[in-house]
């Protein structure tokens, strides 16, 4: 009995221990969306707060190609500086010339890792990683069928009154038809800016370099408003046109982020009450 006393005092003490690093508890909660735009922000979600993100977008493609898809991210803050994210796409259509062709998506899980907060002089930086599960059918190249693995840096700042996301990836796509992995990077940069009151405007140029004979590089621009419902709850939609062949020719988005809950609430409790016993 004695024993599991101890024991239970330890996981208190040291849940409160974690919960006591710099700003890990907020007052509130608050959505921290990585939408709608493609670059994503060096901010992690909150520390023990489950996220939801999910988006409804409808893509034009070269050749008369149309693709339309649901993707959702579910976003958890396990440590202060460490978020947990899992890519799902539960619907995923594309009509060509042969017809409408429909399958479940591919799951991408990752993380990403806050490595500095913003200071006077260094932006906040981050570094994500993902692994993508394929799970789309492979019928009509909705799918490849194969494991593909990206590494983002990403760096944000906040400075006179716009927030600035910038994102540069290293993709490694396996080859479909053949052994070994093509290559190719992304460089991605936002801005965004209050409009009126809970409304934002956002917009974004992103390019990718070259990844094989089928998919050159190209440029891209992307542009959206944000409304923040509630601090909790934000809502977003936009377009993106391409700037340059090979990408995007048009695309249509709009989605939402929502914070659903506080997992470690429980443990904040209990470390309140043992502030005392853990001295």
Known sequence: ???????????????????????????????????????????????????????????????????????????????CDIELRWTITPFLSQTDSQGTHQTFGDNWLGTEVRLHRQTRRVPTMAVSYGLKFPSAATDHGLGTGKFDHFITLAASEHAWHFNFDINLTQYIIARQNASGFDQNQQLAIALSRPLHGALQFSGEIYGNTRLNEANPGFVSSLWALSYTVFPRLVIDGGFEAGLTPGGPHRHVFAGFTYSIAELYRAGRRRSRRSDKGCD
């Open 1 to 79: 009995m004695a024993l599991f006393v101890c024991i239970g005092g330890r996981s208190v003490c040291f849940s409160q221990w974690i919960g006591k690093q710099t700003d890990c508890y907020q007052d509130t909660i608050a959505a921290n969306p990585n939408r709608p735009t493609v670059s994503n922000p060096a901010h992690v979600t909150q520390y023990g707060v489950l996220e939801l993100e999910y988006g409804w977008d409808h893509y034009w493609l070269k050749g008369g190609v149309r693709q339309a898809s649901m993707t959702g991210l579910l976003k958890f803050g396990m440590l």
